[in-house]
């Protein structure tokens, strides 16, 4: 099987673009859960660097998986992004309301940040790899 950690720290890279325009857009909603998906590929990118396959949305699993255990501020983070997975996207992921009125540019921009840091985490990791 091919190595494709490449492919998925690009597509991690490319959906934090979204990310950061969804932001400066005000779709804090997409903003978030993309801050997510981007975390969630780029640990998946390492897992596969390292030779393992990693299944799941859970970023801050994925990142205590790994056999260098991240920094605990880093897993916190991943947790903050793990909660945008699905309410940021249905209806029914909040008591009431459609998912973009519970979203604001204090999480998305806080979001942007987290799945920010979780890139850079990973971008040192493979290089060192």
Not at 23 to 46: I, M, P, T, Y
Not at 51 to 66: P, Q
Not at 89 to 95: A, I, M, T
Request: hydrophobic share 40%; proline share 5%; with cysteine.
């Amino acid at each position: 099987m091919p190595n494709r950690s490449k492919d998925w720290f690009a597509q991690a890279e490319h959906d934090l673009a979204q990310a950061v325009d969804s932001h400066r857009n005000g779709r804090h909603d997409w903003a978030c859960f993309a801050a997510h998906q981007a975390s969630e590929k780029a640990v998946k990118a390492l897992h596969l660097a390292q030779g393992r396959e990693a299944w799941g949305h859970v970023a801050a699993r994925l990142l205590s998986e790994l056999p260098a255990t991240p920094p605990d501020a880093l897993v916190d983070r991943a947790r903050v992004l793990d909660n945008y997975y699905i309410p940021a996207r249905y209806p029914n992921g909040h008591d009431e309301g459609p998912a973009f009125e519970h979203y604001g540019s204090l999480h998305s921009s806080q979001a942007v940040e987290y799945a920010r840091d979780i890139l850079e985490f990973v971008r040192q990791a493979l290089a060192d790899a």
